[in-house]
């Protein structure tokens, strides 16, 4: 097992900020585990982690990569895409001007809920087609850590053959549909 010698005197002095014995063999396993991270980071977060609530205790390699990169947030980003996609509502007209402001995983959302022309149609989206959008960005991005975007989702252990792309198509549009229903019929009860 190769480590970095800088690395492993970084526990060292770790070690001796807590004044714990840790040994020989541990500290190569830290350093091992750091080997993707730089020296430099590894301060770094360790300075962060000394002035934080944790602090009492001493830290391990994964307690301060998550500092250095945080894991990924699914609930944060599927509320991001959602805000993007409402950002986008009023200033851009032209299809190319919003698809490039609200990046990739927010026009694939858009898309899925009737295009670019459909949002321009309707009135902002409610609270109801607002949570629509974070279930479909959440899900979206669900399938993409799982490497899955493009297949066509079906049950486990299900004996009917995949949907193919005419089903797709259609059921976005029945979705197109249903969501311009749902519109209408908020509208029509906020006039009365």
């Known amino acids: ?5 800088p690395i492993k005197e970084f526990w ?3 070690s001796a900020y807590y004044r714990q014995q840790v040994p020989l063999e541990t500290i190569k396993l830290y350093a091992y585990d750091c080997r993707d991270v730089s020296l430099e980071d590894l301060r770094i977060a360790f300075e962060q982690y000394r002035t934080s609530k944790q602090a009492s205790f001493f830290p391990i390699p ?6 250095i990169r945080p894991p990924f947030d699914e609930e944060a980003e599927a509320n991001e895409v959602v805000s993007r996609i409402m950002q986008c509502l009023s200033p851009f007209k032209s299809t190319q001007d ?23 149609s309707q009135p902002p989206p409610n609270s109801f087609i607002q949570n629509s959008m974070r279930d479909m960005a959440r899900s979206k991005i669900v399938r993409a850590h ?9 049950l486990e252990g299900s004996s009917r053959p995949q949907i193919g792309q005419q089903t797709n198509k259609a059921l976005n549009s029945g ?4 969501m311009s229903l749902v519109s209408d019929t908020m509208k029509d009860k906020s006039i009365k």
């Not at 994964?62 to 500092?67: H, R």
């Not at 026009?107 to 809920?113: F, I, L, R």
């Open 62 to 67: 994964a307690v301060l990569k998550n500092l």
């Open 98 to 120: 919003a698809q490039e402001h609200m990046g990739a995983l927010a026009w694939e959302v858009v898309k899925s809920m009737g295009g670019w022309q459909w949002f321009g």
């Open 12 to 14: 060292v002095a770790v």
């Open 1 to 5: 097992m190769k480590t970095n010698e």
């Open 146 to 154: 799982q490497g899955r975007t493009n297949e066509v989702p079906a």
């Open 175 to 178: 979705v197109s549909k249903v």
